[in-house]
Nanobody
């Protein structure tokens, strides 16, 4: 399993970012995928996940209505569209294969300034 997250950066509160996760080493199109994030004080935190065919996505209450998970199985790529970012969204964001948080990549940093 090899996962590479990208797209992080610094944004003002209320802004948007789109993260990507390039996957390889497993059958991406048959696998549900998860976004998680990590901060020093909250540790690893579930953000949401999407079914293998992209038909449904599920979200933590803290991001529901603001974040959207999607995927392109032809490109083996997972996305996280983040809108109306808040200071509490600042974290290192990771993608993971199913619920296997240990499979996550190196992460991408998101900084939100008020």
């Amino acid at each position: 399993v090899h996962l590479v997250e990208s797209g992080g950066g610094s944004v003002q509160a209320g802004g948007s970012l789109r993260l990507s996760c390039a996957a390889s080493g497993f059958r991406f199109s048959n696998t549900y995928m998860t976004w998680i994030r990590q901060t020093p004080d909250r540790g690893l935190e579930y953000v949401g996940h999407i079914l293998s065919d992209g038909s449904n996505a599920y979200y933590a209450d803290s991001v529901k209505g603001r974040f959207t998970i999607s995927r392109d199985n032809a490109k083996n790529t997972l996305y996280l569209q983040m809108n109306n970012l808040k200071s509490e969204d600042a974290a290192v964001y990771y993608c993971a294969k199913e619920g296997e948080y240990g499979s996550r990549g190196q992460g991408t940093q998101v900084t939100v300034s008020s």
